[in-house]
């Protein structure tokens, strides 16, 4: 082709896809990585591949609302269309110009996505989505349209047709075609359409109202009321069955003054402001938020440290344990089921699967119950912003959607915590772009919710019946409510370490005239400053247009971005105490965080009475008796707290330990059964004449020991609840030391998160994609030089290993390319243009213009040869 020659018109999308550039099909794959998996081997098959239905489905699903809509106008368009058709139907007679200047990248998105093709002239819809767009009395149109003319009139006699013609006052036609196209015309002609129905009953014109944005049809009787026959003999009404009618889609676009949509949406909805604070009390609430989470996880974890509730058989927690655990935690079962999926997100959390270990020591059980996995304690060792900055990573990538706990599955099965079922792959996907938004206002503005999910539904509308609602809404809603309990966002506004675990640039440093909060006048009001968006934070947008949502990061990506989230929060939250303040009334307060060592034996030697800015920690006989049994002497009980409370330790204090340790022991309880051993007589006196002793059913061995039918663990329940200290003993009469055993589930790996369909290729992946469909696309579409046993079109003809070699040698000689039909050692063929460098020990080297490099292929798998035509290079 010469190069003042105009390129000739597309034939077909494969012809569309060959006119592109590298940057445009790496666009289109990027966009559509299922047409990746795996790489085509030339254009046509991508082509093909790029109109099945899945693919056409699941690219329309990701289209936003304007592209959608213009879509859904190609479809009822003529095929093929205008670029002026196009926008009459999306601006209407009138125009719009928000309509027309947003047209062009509804467009390119399309195109870019292989959805329509074509020049401006000739745009079409891919086959598939046409179909899937069009009208049809099974599946309505969106825009609400019905068929045309022609298509409605497919199955009427021609009597009837031409009985519609002559009452619309059109002359007769010699044949149906002609009678079609005439009642065509006349529809789509303003002037005439509207003279027509000027003469229109006032009752006819309403039924025409009441279809003219669909559904476009309805129903009548064998005898028509007379509004309905007017109609009917005019042809504005056709019959598509019996006591079925439609109203032709040009009668209703000319109702509609060209329109396609009655409300078409160019522009997305704006994210509107619900209150503005200040950035820094922004990022002071958050913070405090994310010191709650990693206490709230602590917390439920060591709830569970000796084994957690037993696995349901079907998998998950049962209704019971998610009661027992939010009334442990504090908090609703709702949130208690979040705290649990989080833990089990971040890999803190599993089921041991009937084994585990404790001490090291790996044990049996005969129940299968969830524990702390091994990786607990490492997390337990990193410092506070590390570990939130992992339970925020895996919230955010994570699939599984604590806020469906409690519904019902499609098999009318109940959906339980940390149980099959509450995967949505959808889920990181909107957690990002809500986030996302969120970060494109500006620093300290918290967003009206109903204007996010306003966003989110112009960018991903809905297409068809949702068996789960609004599953996106839904999402995201849990999405802003979960962020608040993890920490990520403050008083409903992005915090700084927020905006890094999402890799979105840092917000400016506030304006002088920052100060008190300011409330705008209602929800979803703009805000009269602060219009701009962050100096360094590019479009969230931006490069495809309002329409494109940016897919999560990759998994390095993520990695980087919450060690930036780490580094943003470390100076936020408080520094750990060493220290407490111990008072009269048996309690200790602790006013911030404690060091871990501190926190763990005050937590062995007092209960936790109530929570908050400051933690009170209460001293009761049980609690010093627990430590006693954990080892602990009085000594050490003194020594620990004279150190670490910085007020003197009350007197009743003291005493308390002191009387307990006093008491701790004198009792002896060991194995017989069981037995009771005391050097007093008197008290196993007063112990036998007490009726709550009966159900041990005790008796006297000798005068310092008692013999009960109970086990040695009932024995010591039994005697503390009536008041006494007893202490377990072994075999050789040595205390005991009871402590608490640690049981870990053996070692395991976060659950992964359920893809939306196959990864996102990567640069690499997407050039060498490109590359070896362009060279496959070279090697099935050269022309070849007619052979004496011609070959089906597309196939390469079969030649015996003689003819192979003597021609393979011959374009040695001559440097010519030729094309060759290979199977590999898996057994895959192939089709490749190669030149020839040398031929010899049953291998012939070549340049491979499919692959681009040099290589060698033997030839008892080179199934055929054949020279290039004479005008190939």
Not at 162 to 168: G, M
């Amino acid at each position: 082709m010469r190069s003042d020659e105009t390129p000739a018109a597309p034939r077909s999308l494969a012809e569309a896809l060959r006119a592109r550039d590298d940057a445009s099909l790496a666009a289109l794959l990027r966009s559509r990585p299922d047409l990746i998996t795996p790489v085509p081997t030339d254009l046509t098959q991508l082509a093909t591949r790029a109109g099945t239905r899945a693919s056409v489905v699941r690219a329309l699903e990701r289209l936003d609302r304007f592209a959608l809509q213009t879509a859904e106008a190609l479809a009822v368009a003529p095929d093929p269309a205008t670029y002026g058709e196009l926008l009459g139907l999306m601006a209407g007679d009138a125009g719009d110009p928000a309509v027309a200047a947003a047209l062009p990248r509804a467009l390119g998105t399309l195109r870019e996505q292989a959805l329509a093709w074509g020049g401006d002239d000739r745009l079409r819809l891919v086959r598939t989505a046409r179909e899937l767009l069009s009208p049809s009395p099974q599946h309505p149109s969106p825009t609400g349209l019905g068929p045309t003319v022609q298509e409605a009139t497919a199955g009427m006699s021609p009597g009837r047709i031409q009985e519609i013609v002559t009452t619309a006052g059109l002359p007769s036609s010699p044949d149906s075609v002609s009678a079609v196209a005439a009642l065509t015309a006349l529809f789509t002609d303003r002037t005439r359409m509207a003279a027509l129905l000027a003469g229109a009953p006032a009752d006819s014109l309403d039924v025409l109202d009441r279809l003219v944005w669909g559904p476009p049809y309805g129903q009548v009787t064998a005898d028509p009321a007379p509004r309905l026959r007017w109609l009917l003999d005019r042809g504005l009404l056709l019959p598509t069955a019996p006591g079925t009618v439609v109203l032709p889609r040009e009668v209703a676009l000319h109702l509609r003054r060209g329109r396609a949509h009655r409300t078409p949406e160019p522009v997305p909805p704006p994210v509107g402001a619900a209150a503005v604070h200040g950035a820094r009390m922004v990022d002071a609430t958050a913070a405090g938020q994310a010191y709650t989470a990693l206490a709230t996880v602590e917390e439920l974890l060591k709830d569970w440290d000796e084994g957690g509730p037993s696995v349901l058989r079907a998998g998950g927690l049962s209704v019971r344990d998610l009661k027992r655990t939010a009334v442990a935690l504090d908090v609703p079962e709702p949130v208690a089921a979040f705290w649990v999926e989080l833990a089990h997100a971040a890999g803190l959390l599993a089921s041991d699967g009937g084994m585990g270990t404790s001490h090291g020591v790996q044990t049996a059980g005969e129940d299968e119950r969830y524990a702390a996995t091994p990786a607990y304690d490492e997390w337990l060792e990193q410092p506070a912003a590390e570990r939130w900055a992992r339970l925020a990573q895996a919230w955010l990538t994570a699939t599984r959607t604590p806020g469906l706990v409690g519904e019902r599955d499609a098999k009318d099965r109940a959906l339980s915590a940390l149980g099959p079922g509450l995967d949505r792959s959808a889920a990181p996907e909107v957690r990002h772009r809500v986030l996302t938004l969120l970060a494109a206002l500006p620093p300290g503005t918290a967003p009206a919710a109903e204007s996010v999910l306003a966003r989110l539904r112009w960018e991903r509308p809905l297409r068809g019946p949702q068996r789960e609602g609004d599953l996106r809404s839904r999402l995201a809603q849990w999405t802003l409510a979960e962020a608040e309990l993890l920490g990520v966002t403050g008083r409903g506004a992005m915090s700084a370490h927020g905006r890094a675990l999402l890799g979105a640039p840092p917000a400016p440093p506030p304006a002088k005239a920052e100060s008190a909060e300011t409330e705008p006048t209602g929800p979803g009001d703009k805000l009269p400053v602060h219009h701009h968006r962050p100096a360094a934070s590019p479009d969230p947008l931006s490069p495809a247009g309002p329409g494109a949502t940016a897919r999560p990061p990759s998994p390095a990506q993520s990695g980087a971005h919450a060690a930036a989230a780490a580094r943003a929060l470390a100076p936020l939250l408080p520094e750990p105490l060493d220290h407490v303040l111990l008072q009269a009334d048996l309690t200790a307060v602790a006013p911030g965080p404690l060091r871990r060592p501190l926190a763990d034996l005050l937590g062995l030697v007092a209960d936790v009475e109530s929570k908050g800015g400051a933690t009170v920690f209460r001293f009761t006989p049980a609690s010093v008796r627990r430590a006693l049994d954990a080892g602990r002497t009085a000594a050490d009980l003194h020594a620990f707290l004279a150190e670490h409370s910085r007020t003197p330790v009350p007197q009743p204090l003291a005493y308390l330990v002191d009387d307990v340790a006093r008491r701790h022991g004198h009792l002896r309880v060991g194995a017989a059964s069981a037995y009771v051993r005391c050097d007093d007589e008197a008290v196993l006196n007063e112990i036998l004449a007490d009726k709550r002793s009966g159900a041990l059913r005790l008796r006297r061995l000798a005068p310092t020991v008692l013999a009960a039918q109970a086990d040695p663990a009932t024995l010591l329940e039994r005697l503390r609840a009536m008041g006494y200290a007893p202490a377990a003993e072994s075999a050789e009469g040595d205390v005991l030391v009871t402590r608490a055993h640690a049981h870990r589930t053996p070692p395991r790996t976060a659950p992964q998160p359920v893809p939306d369909g196959p990864p996102p290729p990567d640069a690499t992946l997407l050039s060498a994609a490109v590359r070896a469909i362009r060279a496959g696309d070279l090697a099935s579409t050269t022309p070849r030089k007619p052979t004496s046993a011609p070959a089906a079109e597309g196939v390469l003809p079969r030649t015996g290993s003689a003819e192979t070699l003597a021609t393979l040698q011959a374009a040695v000689l001559t440097g010519e390319a030729v094309w060759i039909g290979f199977v590999n050692a898996e057994g895959a063929a192939s089709q490749r243009v190669i030149a020839p460098v040398r031929v010899e020990g049953g291998f012939v080297t070549a340049y491979d213009h499919t692959a681009d490099e040099v290589r060698t292929f033997p030839l008892h798998r080179i199934t055929g040869v054949a020279e290039l035509a004479d005008d190939q290079p």
